[in-house]
């Protein structure tokens, strides 16, 4: 049963488009979901909302953008670097599989070195292996909690 309706083709297709929605508003919380359907006319439980809201793992994050005002500059290759890392725990496919990915910025070029990573303790040893053969002046790394890259390379 579906919206305490029988299960027919045309509850199936109401389930699909809720799906689609869904999808495309790009994974909203339950309050604004419930909004938007109430704005085509879809009168859907609240619970029920509440439930696709739950099992999915996508969430939207709002938040301010940075207030920096001044500039980041470099004058030439290697005197500025950002680094960071993402974290793709949440959609992990295949045991094993890379749940990492590790981003190396020099400012000045603007090259973007990426590399996947299994775990944490990959971080390291990869971002040695691209800081070998350049030598950065001074750098930004954002790693999280948990993870450091020695003042040595800077």
Request: net charge positive.
């Amino acid at each position: 049963m579906f919206f305490g309706e029988p299960e027919n083709k045309t509850t199936e297709a109401l389930g699909a488009r809720v799906a689609a929605l869904y999808n495309q508003r790009s994974y909203p919380s339950a309050a604004r979901f419930k909004a938007a359907l109430a704005k085509r006319g879809l009168n859907v439980p609240d619970a029920f909302v509440r439930q696709l809201v739950s099992e999915q793992g996508n969430r939207q994050l709002f938040a301010p953008p940075p207030r920096f005002t001044g500039k980041v500059v470099a004058q030439h290759l290697d005197e500025r670097w950002a680094s960071d890392v993402i974290d793709f725990q949440s959609k992990t496919v295949k045991k094993g599989a890379p749940v990492y990915i590790l981003l190396v910025q020099d400012i000045f070029s603007r090259f973007l070195f990426a590399t996947a990573l299994r775990s944490k303790a990959e971080v390291e040893s990869a971002f040695f292996t691209f800081a070998a053969g350049h030598k950065a002046q001074a750098g930004r790394a954002e790693h999280g909690p948990g993870l450091r890259v020695h003042k040595s390379i800077f």
